[in-house]
């Protein structure tokens, strides 16, 4: 636990504001959203539905109050990690023995491997690959 500010933080990651002797709860819209965004990352996680229709479902299921609703991100403004590559070098045959491997992993599960978005730190021979591809 840290206490930092009037506000106390917590190992699982919840955080009350201090205010004099009393301890408040965080604000039920932030409550609601970190909920709503753990449910949709738990299934990214686990499931091969595309991520914009888990959105959705979870969307109609969520019971949020209207103050919630207008803070929610949009499908489009949250992003969620596929794929993490830990390779030992940083050149263009590398990145494209990754992209063929992630291919045949699609394949294998009846999918394409056709990403519309890759996040990477700036390294050349990978901008070289993907746009060989």
Same mark, same amino acid.
């Given at each position: 636990?840290?206490?930092?500010?009037?506000?106390?933080?917590?190992?699982?990651?919840? #955080?009350?504001?201090? =205010?004099?002797?009393?301890?408040?709860?965080?604000?039920?819209?932030?409550?609601?959203?970190? !909920?709503?965004?753990?449910?949709? $990352?738990?299934?990214? *996680?686990? /499931?091969?539905?595309?991520?914009?229709?888990?959105?959705?479902? /979870?969307?109609?299921? @969520?019971? %949020? #109050? !209207? &103050?919630?609703?207008?803070?929610?991100?949009?499908?489009?403004?949250?992003?969620?990690?596929?794929?993490?590559? %830990?390779? +030992? /070098?940083? $050149?263009?045959?590398?990145?494209? &023995? %990754?992209?063929?491997?992630?291919? @045949? *992993?699609?394949?294998?599960?009846?999918?394409?491997? =056709?990403? !519309? !978005? *890759?996040? &990477?730190?700036?390294? +050349? @021979?990978?901008?070289? @690959?993907?746009?060989?591809?």
């Amino acid at each position: 636990m840290l206490i930092l500010n009037n506000y106390i933080y917590k190992l699982n990651k919840s #955080t009350t504001k201090v =205010n004099g002797d009393h301890v408040h709860p965080q604000e039920p819209e932030k409550v609601e959203i970190r !909920t709503f965004k753990q449910i949709l $990352k738990e299934r990214a *996680i686990n /499931e091969v539905t595309p991520i914009p229709k888990i959105y959705d479902e /979870e969307s109609a299921k @969520a019971n %949020l #109050t !209207t &103050s919630s609703i207008a803070v929610l991100p949009s499908e489009r403004e949250m992003t969620f990690p596929c794929v993490f590559g %830990l390779l +030992p /070098e940083k $050149k263009k045959p590398m990145y494209k &023995s %990754l992209f063929r491997e992630l291919k @045949a *992993i699609a394949v294998s599960m009846s999918m394409d491997f =056709n990403p !519309t !978005t *890759i996040m &990477s730190d700036f390294e +050349p @021979a990978l901008a070289e @690959a993907i746009n060989s591809e």
